[in-house]
């Protein structure tokens, strides 16, 4: 178990040997090296940066595109921006539109359960609805079509401006708190059913400490990484074995 350097944190993934985090209670992106942990941690306001969305919201998930480049889900208002770490700079951002049938009235009557999590496909941007339902969405410009089933895959970023829901599907869990890929795998966290569970698979439980499961992570040595939302980012950081169980500190 690790302390956080903010508080709430609702988001985690690994940029090469990189820990990256983001919470909800301020718009602020942290990131450290690690090795048997994290080291030193280094922090960053998006919000003050030049080029910011007037209002950026909640941050509530992160996923590494490129090199310094990590990409930011925002909540209400739905965007994304992307920002590089090394420069501290903002490099792209898109708005989230949705407009498909079953979908375009659930996700505008519930702005806080817009998004919590997203990984890449191919050539499109898949984002995981939270709750009421527990959905993925496929995100592409508008005009395109649909690859079909989510997939992992490279993601070519466009110029900055809106991107469309181009399908959406249902999952079997009353809610999703994060999503990780890892391989050609999609794997879902739930806060409410506090597990871990592939996409199209079986859940598997998490330990029973761990409270308010936000952030799901594959360290570089492929262990889980579990984050907690909790005020103040002490203990939120938990390392789990392949089968979900708790690891010891410097394993």
Partial sequence: MYDAPIREVSGACFAGDRLVLVGDAEPVVAWTTWTAGPGP???????????????????????YLREDTVVILCEEPALLVAVDLRRRSIVGSWHLEVDLKGLAKPW??????????FFFGPDRLFVVKEKKP??????????????????????????DGVLTALAWSELDLDDVSDVCVVGRDVWLLSDKARCLQPLGGSPIPLPE????????????????????????????????????????SGE
């Fill in 41 to 63: 941690w280094e922090t960053l306001d998006v919000a003050k940066l030049s080029g910011a969305p007037a209002d950026t919201g909640q941050f509530e998930a992160v996923e």
């Fill in 108 to 117: 505008r009557k519930d702005p806080n359960s817009h998004g919590e999590g």
């Fill in 134 to 159: 527990a959905a993925i969405l496929e995100f592409g410009l508008a005009g395109q079509d649909s690859v079909g089933t989510p997939v992992p895959g490279t993601w070519e970023p466009p110029e």
């Fill in 209 to 248: 400490h761990i409270e308010k499961p936000e952030g799901l992570a594959r360290t570089p040595q492929g262990w889980w990484l579990v984050a907690v939302d909790n005020r103040d980012g002490a203990g939120a950081l938990f390392v789990l074995d392949r089968a979900g169980q708790d690891r010891l």
